[in-house]
């Protein structure tokens, strides 16, 4: 029996240690044994929808948990049974007779819901291939990063979830395989899941970002592109108030050749202090893409400047100082800074999965995000600099560029985003400072959407509001996949029907 229940009924607390379910009964699914990916997923999907059976003839609410890693609620439900999928984590190769004609199978792997970021990538890097962009960390699974909208990190390319090309879903109504219009799998594949197809790619496009809303996926078929090296600069600098324009106008060459290398960067991240943003150094980070080469010199992943996100660098330095401002919070940056080569410093090579890492947890964390088109960014972040001069707080500004990502509730909608986040420890002021933030792009007509992993101060007709048509549409493939009320709540939290997706 994959499913397996995990004792008596008790607390359950996310990674973070930033939300906890209480009165939660917990059951576990564990991968088995069979030989074809095919063969395991159509025996799983078939013990989820049992188990779901059961979750509502005991009228209780479900929710899926991969890695726990999300630090807002969005995961969070007492009194509810949770399942949790980390150990259900194989990952298959796929056969030419898989797949429908032209579609490359090499490229491809089935994964089970349960499978981390990092145990992806390394599948993908023992084949010589590669994921092409992911977030800062490898901690979560692919499936909670991809239905939380994880941003992606290549200037070129969108989020994590643009590399789901099919997924398995698991309702009380049945299991589905969902696909684009022009299918990807063979009609015999998605029948040994266990699974009937629905190819169509307005439900395609919901269910690449779910939210944990649709039913319990349990699992994936993961795009890649062949494995390449990255070289990544690491300093610090004072950034020229000209530069922000510079990053609006998409001139991230001209930007590297200020503050690096005179060649076009694949990533570029600046970790900014609010406090004096121009006149205080920045925390710069490059990666710089090329072919891959075996016999390139192998790095440790610090070497590489990984965890390179605001949460491992700053983390522990921002809770030992929960107050920190102005020079205080500029010593943080400067001794939480991950040790990375500068442009002087010889060359450092790896590849994309060998850059990544898993911050520690940090317990009361606050952390937020807003994604803005990115021709906003100088107006946007003088803006929210000012509101932190004004209001206090003690989080770090740390900015991300990425193209639209693929999904109806993406976070990353506009054609060219500029990813805003705001990490540091939880307190009333660092939250109200946030609250400014968003009243203040409010008033000044800047549109952004916020991250559905964080902390988002959302409600239902603010997601109405900031996803229109496409909400629209989502909420039209949910009524199609689930059209029985009972169903649609079987999966919700207070959390989730607040934001007008499971009511």
Request: charged fraction near 25%; charge should be neutral; hydrophobic fraction near 40%.
């Amino acid at each position: 029996m994959p499913i397996v229940k995990l004792g008596e009924e008790g607390r359950w607390t996310n990674y973070h240690g930033t939300g906890t379910c209480e009165a939660a009964t917990r059951f576990a699914l564990r991968s088995g044994d069979a030989e074809r990916g095919r063969d395991e997923i159509a025996i799983a999907a078939k013990s989820v929808q049992d188990w779901l059976a059961q979750a509502a003839a005991e009228k209780r609410r479900v929710r899926p948990l991969g890695a726990g890693w999300s630090p807002s609620n969005v995961n969070i439900s007492s009194q509810s049974w949770l399942l949790h999928t980390r150990r259900f984590n194989r990952c298959f190769r796929m056969g030419a007779d898989d797949v429908r004609p032209g579609i490359d199978a090499g490229a491809l792997m089935l994964v089970e819901a349960g499978a981390l970021v990092d145990e992806v990538s390394d599948k993908f890097e023992e084949q010589g291939r590669s994921l092409w962009t992911s977030g800062a960390g490898n901690g979560q699974t692919f499936a909670g990063a991809s239905a939380t909208g994880t941003h992606g990190s290549m200037i070129a390319r969108g989020g994590i979830q643009d590399h789901i090309r099919a997924l398995q879903i698991v309702t009380p109504a049945g299991i589905r395989w969902i696909e684009p219009d022009a299918g990807v799998m063979s009609d015999a594949f998605i029948a040994a899941t266990g699974s009937t197809a629905l190819r169509d790619d307005n439900m395609f496009a919901a269910a690449q970002l779910p939210v944990g809303s649709l039913g319990i996926v349990t699992a994936l078929v993961v795009d890649s592109v062949p494995k390449f090296l990255v070289r990544p600069i690491q300093n610090l600098r004072k950034v020229d108030r000209a530069a922000l324009d510079w990053l609006a106008a998409g001139d991230f060459r001209r930007f590297s050749a200020a503050y690096a290398l005179d060649q076009d960067p694949d990533f570029v991240q600046m970790i900014v202090n609010p406090y004096k943003p121009f006149k205080r150094p920045a925390m710069l980070r490059f990666l710089y893409r090329e072919p891959w080469r075996d016999d390139y010199p192998r790095a440790t992943p610090g070497q590489l400047g990984a965890g390179y996100d605001a949460l491992s660098l700053l983390g522990r330095l921002l809770n030992d100082y929960p107050w920190a401002r102005g020079p205080l919070l500029q010593f943080a940056m400067k001794q939480g800074y991950a040790s990375g080569p500068d442009i002087d410093a010889p060359p450092v090579y790896g590849s994309w999965g060998e850059g990544l890492d898993t911050h520690r947890p940090l317990a009361d964390l606050f952390n937020a995000s807003v994604t803005i088109d990115r021709a906003d960014l100088a107006r946007a972040f003088e803006r929210i600099c000012a509101v932190y001069a004004r209001h206090g707080g003690s989080t770090v500004v740390t900015i991300r560029f990425m193209e639209r990502a693929q999904g109806l509730l993406a976070p990353a909608r506009f054609t060219h985003n500029a990813v805003i986040d705001f990490d540091g420890p939880r307190s009333q002021r660092t939250a109200d400072a946030y609250a400014r933030v968003v009243e203040c792009l409010d008033a000044e007509g800047i549109t952004f959407t916020r991250h559905w992993a964080k902390s988002c101060r959302l409600d239902a007709a603010r997601v109405a509001a900031d996803y229109g048509e496409d909400f629209r549409r989502w909420r039209a493939a949910r009524d199609r996949l689930l059209p029985d009320p009972a169903h649609r709540a079987l999966f919700g939290s207070e959390v989730l029907d607040n934001l007008g997706l499971t009511c």
